[in-house]
Structures are given as C-alpha cells and as structure tokens.
C-alpha cells in the first residue's frame, strides 16, 4: 500500500491506540505516528475511557479513531467501546484481539465496530484497514461540512424571509394608504431588525417538539432503567427547537443556551443514580413548563419584547440543570 496514497487522509487525524502490552504499543505507535497528526495511547480499557474524556474536554472534539485491543486487564476493548459509545454513538474503532472465537467477533459487529484485525497483525492488512477507514472519516467529515454550510444558509435565508414577511404584513397594515405615499420610518426599521414578528408554523413545530419531549419523559417515569437513550433522543429535539428558536435575532440567548443544553444531553455521559435522575426529570419537567408558558405568551402577542423579561428565568434553569448534570454525571 503506498505511504502518500494513506497519509493523504490520515495526516489530519487525531487517534486513540488502546493496548496493555508495552513493546506492542511502543512499536505500533511509533508506526501509527508516521501517518497521523497526533497519537494518544492508553494501557487498559479504564485509561482508554479517561483518556477520550480529557481529549473532548480539552478540545471540545473527539477522536477521529480509536484503535484497540480486546482482552486487556481492568476493563477490556469492547466494554470500552460500549462506555465511549454513550458520549459518542458513531465514534469509529478499530479492534485488535489475538482470538477469532465467534462472540468477539459478534460483539464487534453489534457495536458497529469497523474493523477487526486478529493479532499477530500484518503490516500490509493493518495499512489497508487505515486506508479504507481514514478515507471514509474523511469524506463523511466533507460531507457534513457540507450540511452545516447548507444549514447555515438555510437559516440566513429563513431570517430573510422573515423580515420580507413582516415587512409585507406592516405593508397590509398601511392598505389605506397610497403605495406611492408609504414611508418606513425609524421605528418602522427598528421593528424589522428586530425580527419579532414569529411564524405560526415555526410555533407549531416548536410546541410540537415540547409535546413529543414530554410524552417521552411520561413513558421513560415507567422504567428503572438508565437514561441514556432517553437523554440523546431529548438532546436531538432540544437542539432543533433551539435551532429553529435561532432563527429570530431577538430570541439568540434563550436559543442558544437551549441549543447547548440539547448537546449537553446528546454527547455527555449521563448520570446513572437513580435518585439524580428522577431530580434531574423534575427539574427538566418544570424548566418544559415554563418554556411552554413563555411561548404561548408571545404566541399571544406576535410581539417578543412582550416576553423578553421571561427569558432570565428560562435560561437561568438551563444553567441549573447544567450544573447539576456536570457535578452528578459518571
């Protein structure tokens, strides 16, 4: 396999290689450190996970593969993987193991493992694996690079129209008077920067996603289990709500702060105690009524300085509950 034809896709990468033996780990790194920008290293499944966490706290990232080995002491590669897969579901792995028994191999594939390579590894397997990995790391990151640019866009033209519609509805308001004769004064201009005036169907789908949030808060209070699931699917639908809150300029703290709270619940581990999560499911059940009576305030008025003196007590339970996740989170 050609060195230019791999290190064109791994020379951006940042890894994780998991591996108790030491000469094996030594050597291989300093084989993987010719192909990838920074390599992390790790002697158990335990320093593994502690590693992956200090990396995404440090650089509010993730790395783009993690490589390890299977049977390992403390904590072995697949219960690894399956603690890393709760922070991030679609991180990429390469597992090495020295068996070929079924149930490993199992495992791997449940875990959407993307490759297993069984020891003792050859040279010319492993650079194939890396190069069919790395490349399609690569054009998965162009891919939603892509997204975000096109999301991106998609909001700017969105707050366009919403500025065109309300200057069309101040328009209608001024029917009686002759186009030629209509001005838009100050006030006028300052009414349109503002953006306040809220499209019902962005209301609609907003009080729809609080509905669909508190129907799964209902169904989850019936189970003792934990809840992770339930915090990614409810990370996904805040983030929306914020996104789609994002769209008015006047709205950008709240939506922000509820944009970081959903990732927040998508990506961070989250509490296993069963008393931290109950609190934590009432104080994010009264933090959803709230959000739902602020809404229907400015849903009353189309008017969002109506509303504005809400927005302290909204955001100041987004950082309650922030603070209560990081200081109980496992």
């Known amino acids: ?52 966490l200090e990396y995404y706290e440090h650089s509010d990232s993730y790395y783009d593969l993690v490589i390890a080995d299977i049977n390992m002491p403390k904590k072995n590669g697949l219960d690894m993987i399956r603690q890393i897969q709760i922070l991030r579901k679609h991180q990429p792995f390469i597992i090495i193991s020295a068996y070929t028994e079924p149930e490993y191999l199992l495992d791997a594939i449940h875990l959407d493992v993307a490759s297993f390579l069984i020891k003792p590894i050859q040279l010319e397997n492993l650079l194939e694996e890396l190069y069919k990995i790395a490349k399609a790391i690569a054009e998965q990151a162009a891919v939603e690079e892509q997204y975000n640019m096109l999301e991106n866009d998609y909001i700017a033209l969105q707050r366009k129209n919403h500025t065109l519609l309300q200057e069309i509805n101040t328009l209608k308001n001024k029917k009686d008077t002759p186009i030629e004769n209509i001005t838009i004064n100050e006030e006028d201009v300052n009414l349109l920067h503002k953006d306040d005036y809220f499209i019902a169907d962005d209301l609609e789908q907003m009080t729809g996603i609080i ?41 950008e703290n709240i939506s922000q702060k509820i944009i970081e709270l959903g990732e927040l619940f998508r990506y961070e581990i989250s509490p296993k105690n069963h008393h931290i999560v109950e609190q934590l499911r009432e104080m994010f059940e009264n933090f959803l009524k709230k959000l739902l009576r602020w809404q229907l305030q400015f849903s009353a008025t189309m008017m969002p300085d109506s509303v504005q003196n809400f927005d302290h007590v909204l955001i100041n339970d987004i950082v309650v509950m922030v603070e209560f996740w990081n200081s109980n989170k496992e």
């Open 1 to 52: 396999m050609d060195f230019k034809l791999i290190y064109e896709y791994t020379r951006n990468m940042n890894i994780l290689y998991v591996e108790d033996d030491t000469q094996m780990r030594e050597s291989t790194t300093e084989l993987f450190e010719s192909y990838f920008k920074k390599v992390d290293t790790a002697k158990n499944g335990v320093v593994g996970v502690e590693r992956y």
């Open 211 to 251: 509905q669909i949030i508190k129907s799964m808060l209902t169904e989850s209070s019936k189970e003792e289990n934990h809840c992770d699931t339930l915090c990614k699917t409810t990370g996904e639908y805040l983030e929306h709500y914020g996104h789609t809150l994002s769209y008015y300029e006047v709205f």
